[in-house]
């Protein structure tokens, strides 16, 4: 027989599950572990992939553009000159305009909204609606609506809805709602970065009625094209090209296209978690197997010794400690991925409630269970390699001995014998104790460092995002309502709304989408004008200071000016987004400062300055409006009032912002919760492995102990003693670590119109610490029991 | 302190000692009605195939098993009915033990192993004294990693007696050495009982350790089958 054959592979096989059976809650707890770290794996990724299939059909179904401009007005023929692009499979043009929407009795009196049309009796070639109840148009007087403002607003089919384009009102039959491609994430343009499906309505009306309600003739505003795979950004110049000359306001691929690339970089933060979680709990599951089974090596060196004796080679003893390693990663990692499966689906609904989608696909994805099965696997081999290399490069004569030299060098055994020589004999088994097998504490370290890192991490998110929306609703804007007009003279308009009971502070605000270019580069931005003696917008500056606006400044979001590279005093070119060459409206701004609020992405300038030199001349592009601050109890019928004025198109209150965030934020609490339970659980199981580790290792030891006469809760104080000290020892490593992790992922979750501020504040050091600590009393509460409960006759003989 | 063998009043007395184990379904008892009276001051060696009983007699006589029946009374403490915190007050005051694997703690050295229980019953000074008398004060600062078997052994036996216990109880104490090792251990377990009035239990199975007790105790199935004078308390006793 060849040294390297296993003979009688099953017997091993036997072998295999009767020690992972000895292992009992060890395995078990692995088992768990292993389980928890393939569900939140496939249960975050899978979340994650649900979303994006349920988007694709959404896009696939809805023939969804590849490249579009957006044009002041231009003729119908330009569609045709459109398909004659190459790599143009088809094209449509179609008139669309924004306004206002009147609701009385609704929620929102008034909101913003888009007006849409779209090809009586037959469905668009492209941009096509997903109805979701109702049926299609067939009147000119009717109208789809886009379900989230539908639901958000309670239509129902049938109901009567107003619309108002420059003071020309027009009234609909409401006769379906529906989903678009277009406004999956319900925002009027890529400058607004929260989702506002309350106060943003579109409207999908009869073509002709909108060309005759917009007095466009036959001309329309916007050109959409599906294109060849791959051809969309050289479709797209040509598109810009044909679309110059009638007043291009902007262009974008698909990808680029305003819903789109704020639901993408929403996901972004999903995708981000579905990796970065998983990760750390797999990896701690690779300590514990490594130490579980490094226990088992220990504690059968003379039955290994015995069967190396017998013939059994190195390969077979490798293999059976490898295959034990995978039979406890796939024991758990199969239930887990299934459960995970469920998780996801949970998930996805929750984040499509968020945004009150009502499409989401679910299917199963086998590749995401095989990738889970796979990292289970490899997590598998990584943990049982170490021991099972130590177990088959054992001599049979020094493994039945059974003796193993204590590890470290013996200089530095007796430097530590030295140091601790100051305490009192009792408390130096607990500190040497550290020592006596370093691997064994490294172990213990990284996993209680690992369940302190996921826990300070998700308490670091949970706090800078609070803090985000404290930030963005109580610190900077004093505001009780934000008012949009719907016609110009602001001046009048403000007046009157200081006339008005209970007005406290009026302050005019104009805004409108600009791109800004620097030497270095390209950005785009909601510029707003505020007065600079307002006191109801209190931002502060990046360094300190108050954002005062002066003339001919401009003040940028932080990271938009790190992008472009500029510094305070740099000129910076300010156009409106629709300039073109017809129009080249712009002119430069020195950059005044950085301004480094979390939500918002705004830059700030000069109110008269901005009007003067900016949004009179884009009108109706730019949105003209005022800020009130009022008496407590006077926002309610102060709204009402507003809304019922033709005067005004919207109003906002810091209510409906509060609303709209934590609907937003929703699924993100989520998440949060979800997470920092499985910290929890991490921190748990590295501590409890760690405890029976203790304890099991050294059942003689503490018996003997205990014949001694050291009484129970004098030796399990002595185990404790160590498990306090490892526990130390993995926060002192686990929380400069959470908080390096906790930057780097709030970094990773930032975009321009986000970015969170890292934030741990003492407390969360003290709840993290406070958590690995109370989790070794309670493990250690157990340990006393089990010391109290030791059967001393027996375990004084334990071979260890 | 009393001359060998001078010592009076018993150092244990068992009465219908009965202990039974469940393993499984089956019932095994392992001592049957046990009566032994051990005079104190005494070597005693407990002698019996495996299985006989004679380890668990030595774990109820220590506290650290408890009998299923019967009353058992060790250097005047009665052990039926006392409750954890008292067990760990008579093992800690009354016996002391030698192990068959030492069960030193491998983080300590010689010394601080004896000082372990020196210092739990306020004798921290006699630790070092206690280790000279078996032979190691060169061995002091050693880990247990660094002895051989026989010195291993000699470090558990200073460990018992830094307590001066009433009781020694040694199980098969040389069932991890080599016959001339186990000899020196015997001797010098021998050699503490002459010098003080300590009474010695030690379990063995070795008939040629016998040789080395005043009083042999033979046990079968649980049960006493003989208690004689052993060889060297009859050669004590031999007129000179």
């Known amino acids: 027989m060849s040294g390297n054959v296993p003979p009688r592979v099953p017997m091993l096989a036997r072998k295999i599950v009767a020690d992972t059976r000895y292992l009992g809650r060890r395995a078990l707890g692995l ?289 059976q400690y490898v295959a034990q390693g995978l039979l406890i990663s796939w024991a758990g990692a199969l239930p887990g991925a299934l459960l995970g499966h469920g998780l996801s689906i949970l998930l996805a609904e929750a984040y499509a409630d968020s945004l009150n989608l009502s499409i989401v696909k679910a299917p199963f994805h086998w590749d995401t269970l095989g990738a889970s099965l796979a990292l289970a696997g490899l997590t598998g081999l990584a943990g049982a390699l170490g021991p099972a290399r130590a177990a088959a490069r054992l001599r049979p004569a020094v493994a039945m001995r059974g003796d193993v030299e204590p590890d470290g060098p013996r200089g530095r055994r007796n430097r530590l014998m030295e140091a601790t020589r100051c305490l009192p004999v009792a408390y130096r088994i607990p500190v040497r104790g550290l020592f006596r097998r370093v691997s064994r504490t490294l172990l213990a370290v990284a996993g209680i460092s690992g369940g302190a890192t996921i826990t300070l991490t998700t308490l670091g998110m949970g ?249 129970a809760r004098a030796t399990a104080g002595l185990a404790a003693l160590e498990l306090y000290a490892l526990a130390a020892l993995g926060l002192v490593v686990g929380l400069p670590i959470g908080a390096h992790l906790n930057a780097l992922y709030i970094q990773s979750y930032s975009t321009d119109t986000m970015t969170f501020h890292p934030l741990l504040p003492p407390w969360t050091y003290v709840t993290t610490a406070a958590l690995v600590f109370g989790l070794v009393a309670w493990v250690s509460r157990a340990g006393r029991r089990y010391l109290r409960d030791l059967d001393l006759a027996q375990a004084t003989k334990i071979r260890e | 302190m009393s001359a060998p063998g001078t010592a009076t009043g018993s150092a244990l007395t068992a009465r219908g000692l009965w202990k039974r184990y469940a393993m499984g379904d089956v019932v095994v008892e392992a001592l049957r009605g046990v009566h032994l009276d051990l005079p104190a001051g005494r070597f005693v060696v407990l002698l019996g195939p495996s299985g006989s009983g004679k380890t668990t007699l030595l774990n109820l006589a220590g506290g650290l098993d408890v009998p299923s029946e019967g009353s058992l009374c060790v250097c005047g403490h009665e052990l039926h009915g006392m409750n954890e915190a008292q067990l760990t007050e008579f093992r800690r005051t009354t016996v002391g033990f030698v192990f068959q694997l030492f069960n030193l703690v491998p983080t300590l050295t010689a010394l601080e192993n004896v000082r372990l229980v020196a210092q739990l019953v306020g004798r921290d000074d006699y630790a070092r004294t206690v280790l000279e008398a078996v032979g190691l004060a060169g061995q002091a600062h050693h880990l247990p990693s660094q002895l051989s078997g026989g010195e291993q052994q000699r470090v558990a036996i200073a460990r018992a007696l830094v307590k001066q216990p009433r009781l020694l109880l040694a199980d098969e104490p040389t069932g991890a050495l080599d016959a001339e090792t186990g000899r020196r251990v015997i001797s010098l377990l021998w050699e503490q009982t002459r010098e003080s009035d300590m009474t010695v239990l030690m379990v063995t199975h070795n008939e040629d350790l016998a040789g080395m007790g005043d009083l042999v105790v033979r046990l079968r199935s649980g049960e006493v089958v003989e208690v004689s004078d052993g060889p060297a308390a009859r050669l004590r006793e031999a007129p000179p």
Not at chain 1, 533 to 540: A, P, V
């Open chain 1, 463 to 711: 706090v800078s995002t609070l803090d985000a929306i404290d930030e963005a609703l109580n610190r900077t804007r004093l505001v009780e309502l934000d008012v949009g007009y719907a016609t110009l003279g602001p001046g009048a308009i403000a007046t009157a709304i200081s006339g008005l009971p209970g007005t406290r502070a009026v302050s005019h605000t104009v805004s409108l989408p600009v791109r800004l270019r620097s030497a270095s580069g390209e950005g785009k931005v909601l510029l707003m004008g505020v007065e600079p003696g307002q006191d109801m917008l209190r931002i502060t500056a990046a360094g300190g200071g108050r954002m005062v606006p002066r003339k001919g400044q401009i003040w940028l979001p932080r990271r938009l000016g790190e992008r472009l590279a500029v510094d305070p005093g740099d000129p910076l070119r300010v156009q409106w987004t629709g300039a073109s060459r017809r129009r080249p409206d712009g002119r430069t701004l020195r950059v005044a400062g950085f301004i480094d609020l979390a939500i918002g992405g705004v830059a700030y300038g000069h109110y008269e300055d901005i009007r003067r030199g900016l949004a009179d001349r884009v009108y109706p592009y730019s949105s003209y409006g005022s800020m009130v601050d009022c008496v407590p109890g006077a926002v309610s019928p102060l709204r009402h009032r507003l809304e019922r004025s033709d005067d005004v198109a919207i109003v906002y209150t810091r209510r409906d912002f509060q609303q709209q965030v934590n609907q937003q934020m929703g699924i993100f609490y989520i998440f949060m919760a979800v997470l920092l339970g499985f910290g929890a659980v991490l921190s748990g199981c590295a501590i409890q492995s760690v405890a029976s580790v203790s304890l099991l290792e050294r059942t003689r030891e503490l018996a003997t102990l205990r014949s001694l006469g050291f009484s």
């Open chain 1, 31 to 319: 088992v768990v572990l292993m389980g928890l770290g393939s569900m939140l794996f496939t249960g975050l990724y899978q979340s994650y992939q649900n979303l994006t299939t349920s988007y694709g059909y959404v896009y696939r179904v809805g023939r969804f553009a590849d490249a579009s401009v957006l044009v002041d007005s231009a003729p119908e023929g330009l569609v045709r000159a459109a398909e004659g692009i190459p790599h143009v499979l088809s094209a449509i043009g179609r008139p669309a305009r924004d306004g206002a929407i009147k609701q009385p009795g609704r929620p929102h009196e008034r909101a913003m909204g888009r007006f849409i049309g779209v090809p009586r009796g037959r469905r668009p070639k492209i941009n096509d609606l997903l109805l979701t109840e109702g049926r299609y148009i067939r009147g000119v007087d009717e109208a789809v609506l886009e379900q989230q403002f539908a639901q958000a607003n309670d239509y129902e089919l049938g109901d009567r809805i107003q619309g108002v384009y420059r003071a020309t009102e027009r009234e609909f039959t409401i006769v379906g709602f529906a989903t678009s491609p277009e406004y999956l994430y319900p925002v009027p343009s890529e400058e607004m970065s929260l989702a506002m499906p309350g106060t943003f309505g579109v409207l999908f009306i009869d073509d002709d009625r909108a060309r005759e309600w917009f007095g466009l003739g036959r001309r329309i505003t916007e050109i959409h094209c599906r294109t060849d795979p791959g051809h969309q950004r050289e479709v797209l110049a040509k598109l810009k090209g044909l679309a110059n000359p009638y007043g291009l306001q902007t262009g974008y691929i698909q990808d680029d296209q305003p819903s789109k690339k704020l639901l993408t970089m929403d996901q972004q933060g999903l995708a981000t978690l579905s990796v970065f979680f998983p990760v750390l709990f797999l990896g701690a599951s690779v300590l514990f197997l490594y130490s579980s089974l490094s226990r088992i090596v220990r504690m059968q060196l003379s039955v290994i010794g015995t069967l190396k004796a017998l013939g059994f080679g190195n390969r077979a003893l490798l293999a």
